[in-house]
């Protein structure tokens, strides 16, 4: 299992653009990749469930994947949600 801690540095949060940015890049990875957020935690492969996070700029969260591309997958999205930056 693939863990990493970070947080949503992009001043407008995590907003449709870039959800579905990173619903599309999650469905290239066999791994069930999630963040948790809170008690929650949420599908990265759904445009619907990454909407419903509600994450604004400074939101602690961590980025999980389990599976067979764990690392590679939970690296790629750690990355992606970083470089979203205003």
């Known amino acids: 299992m693939f863990t990493a801690d970070t947080t ?3 001043k407008t949060g995590l907003h449709a653009r870039p959800a579905s940015q990173l619903a599309k890049l999650c469905q290239d990875y066999e791994s069930s990749i999630y963040i948790v957020s809170g008690e929650t935690q949420y599908d990265l492969k759904s ?3 990454i909407m419903s996070m509600g ?4 939101t602690p969260i961590k980025v ?4 067979p591309d764990e690392n590679e997958a939970g690296k ?3 990355t992606f949600i970083e470089s979203l930056v205003d």
């Open 64 to 67: 999980v994947a389990e599976g």
């Open 8 to 10: 949503i540095k992009n």
């Open 47 to 49: 445009i619907v469930s």
């Open 76 to 78: 790629e999205v750690v």
């Open 55 to 58: 994450l604004k700029h400074g």
